[in-house]
């Protein structure tokens, strides 16, 4: 029977819905396991120590640290006997920090940590018997890295813990989330991503590179209004968002702004307005600003198609 124009289009979505379905459960899965291994090693109250886990493992895990440059920030490597060799690379410390160690190597050795800890990971490892290189904090599209981020965002940030947080209020101020992410000691990316995969609220957090949107997290609340894609690819169409932008691309230092905007202007869903809060944040070792992005909860419609 001779196809009718649009089925193909029709299975192929179907197959990418499939697809993706499959991947974002196994990235739920893996940062259920972080939250479990968490758990499992004690950590009742923030902050998540990684290297505490690590040294936990001693019998299995030997860390190095180094200035390993550009080439990495992370590297796992079976060594045989069961032992896995960890490196992780210190030149994140010569960045402004608090304690012994930048909140990018403590998400960079729980990174490493879900290579280990995720079964299918391990087994790979031993049986390649080669070294995995890792760019961490939602750096790539693969499933293997996207796995370990999840599992880094759930081992610092069990939902135990920072649910609570994230969910006492739709609006929380600049200074709220600040406090907040200081005493989980994580780092700003790794903060924002998992702050809206934890929110009750509507919520989504974007990454724009170059003036155009990159890829992003979006709440539950609003996926199950139908808002679940974003707008990759598209130019930043936000007029407060936009200013932001303009100022000092490239981003040589962090800086940060509030704004407002449209749920519209970031994902695609046009069935009702959404105006939004935004937190705006330029990342400097990326090119990258990163905007957290809050819907009022009063706003959303109680049913499907309402107006």
């Known amino acids: 029977m001779k196809r009718r124009s649009g089925e193909a289009t029709i299975e192929t979505r179907m197959t990418e819905h499939r697809r993706d379905k499959s991947f974002y459960a196994k990235r739920l899965f893996a940062a259920k396991l972080g939250e479990e291994t968490a758990g499992f090693c004690g ?18 895990i030997h860390l190095v640290g180094d200035d390993f440059g550009n080439c990495f920030d992370g590297y796992i490597e079976y060594a045989g006997e069961q032992r ?27 990174h490493e940590l879900g290579h280990f800890f995720i079964e299918e990971h391990r087994r790979h490892l031993v049986g390649v018997k080669t070294g995995h290189v890792s760019f961490s904090e939602f750096s790539s599209d693969s499933l293997i890295e996207q796995q370990a981020d999840y599992f880094a965002a759930g081992l610092l940030m069990p939902s135990s813990l920072l649910g609570p947080e994230v969910n006492t209020k739709n609006f929380p101020s600049h200074g709220e989330m600040h406090d907040i992410r200081r005493r989980f000691n994580v780092s700003l990316t ?3 991503a998992r702050w809206t995969q934890l929110s009750d609220f509507p919520c989504a957090t974007v990454v724009v590179q170059d003036g155009l949107i990159q890829f992003g997290w979006i709440s539950e609340c609003l996926r199950e ?13 936000c007029k407060d968002a936009s200013a932001f932008l303009r100022v000092g691309e490239p981003y ?46 009063s706003d959303l419609p109680t049913r499907w198609g309402e107006e």
């Open 43 to 60: 950590f009742d109250s923030p902050p998540v120590d990684p290297f505490a886990i690590a040294q936990a493992e001693s019998d299995l």
């Open 84 to 110: 896995f060799i960890i490196c992780y690379n210190t030149k994140y410390n010569n960045w402004r920090h608090s304690g012994d160690f930048h909140t990018k190597i403590l998400f960079t050795i729980a």
């Open 190 to 192: 790794g903060f924002l």
């Open 225 to 237: 209004l139908g808002a679940f894609r974003l707008s990759r690819g598209e130019e930043v169409s």
């Open 252 to 297: 040589q230092g962090y800086r940060d702004a509030e704004g407002s905007g449209s749920v519209a202007n970031w994902i695609e869903y046009d069935r009702v307005r959404l105006p939004t809060q935004e937190f705006y944040y330029a990342i400097p070792h990326s090119n990258s600003v990163w905007i957290l992005l809050i819907a009022d909860e």
